[in-house]
């Protein structure tokens, strides 16, 4: 399960077929979800009502209630629970589902691959769902920085984190001990030492940046912004709790890159709100 995307684990499977929903909740329990099985529409609307699940995975075709008449009813009070459709009548409903925000669809019959593309897709509409809640959650640096780190250690040699830099093309390289910042290599800085003639056998701490300007995953992207312009740095690294987990580059894509993922958050959560049905 990416743990990233949502923190609650606790789901709702809802099917009348009994050996379907032990198939269904299986697949999801080996994900490392909590599932909970309801065995029609009415069932599983007083279930979504009365606790927090983080998705729902519904049947169309069920007594009682069937599934559209479920989405349409739960998503009057919880319009952002996600919910996945698991149905061999996918088509039958296809009109009346297009309104309902349905999240992800599995055909049956399907296999645990169909389970598990789904339930990662519901999980990712959730973490969206919550952050569309609270806008401010998205005008974070977390959401904007670059996690694919590459990283040193203080120990190395110049030449060895420069071949790594080269390797990965990228323009900086975070020295690290066990995940903790110890300061930052850029290529201006290698540019200043074979001006100088340094020795690249030499080891990186004696050259490196000791003291980088950082920036927390929780700040806005604006603070960011304000670092890089009046810092004049092009790499920003993103530091929580003394351990490096981002880093943030705007000197290669000049100040309109930041401005222009602003301009996208703020069109993700106009996306949301619009696709989730009205009361």
């Keep these: 399960m990416d743990t990233s ?49 983080a998705f729902v995975m519904t049947d169309l075709d ?3 209630m069937n599934g559209v008449e479920f989405i349409k009813q739960i998503r009057l009070i919880k319009p952002y629970l996600p919910i996945g459709i698991t149905s061999a009548k996918i088509t039958v409903f296809a009109q009346e589902l297009v309104s309902l925000a349905v999240s992800a669809t599995v055909p049956k019959p399907f296999t645990n691959l169909h389970i598990q593309n789904a339930a990662k897709e519901l999980a990712h509409t959730a973490s969206l769902f919550e952050q569309a809640k609270s806008p401010e ?21 110049i030449l060895d984190v420069t071949e790594r830099m080269v ?18 290599l850029t290529e201006r800085d290698l540019m200043r030492m074979i001006a100088e003639k340094v020795s690249l056998d030499q080891t990186v701490d004696q050259y490196m940046n000791k003291t980088p300007d950082t920036i ?10 304000q670092v890089i312009s ?13 351990a490096a987990v981002g880093i943030l580059s705007a000197g290669d894509l000049g100040m309109t890159y930041l401005s222009s993922i602003k301009n996208a958050v703020e069109k993700q959560i106009i996306h949301l709100n619009n696709i989730i049905p009205k009361k």
């Design 216 to 225: 927390s995953p929780c700040a806005s992207i604006q603070a960011a912004e």
């Design 167 to 184: 390797s990965r093309d990228v323009g900086s390289i975070l020295i690290c001990e066990e995940k903790a910042l110890k300061g930052i």
């Design 62 to 64: 069920m007594p009682r």
């Design 5 to 53: 995307s949502t923190t609650n684990n606790r789901v709702l499977c809802v099917d009348d077929e009994p050996e379907l929903r032990e198939i269904i909740g299986f697949y999801l329990e080996e994900l490392g979800y909590r599932v909970e099985f309801a065995g029609d529409g009415k069932q599983a609307l007083d279930m979504a009502i009365n606790n927090d699940y």
């Design 137 to 157: 959650k998205l005008n974070r640096v977390e959401n904007v920085m670059r996690t694919n780190l590459v990283t040193g250690k203080p120990s190395e040699s």
């Design 230 to 242: 009046s810092k004049k740095c092009r790499y920003l690294p993103v530091v929580a709790k003394g």
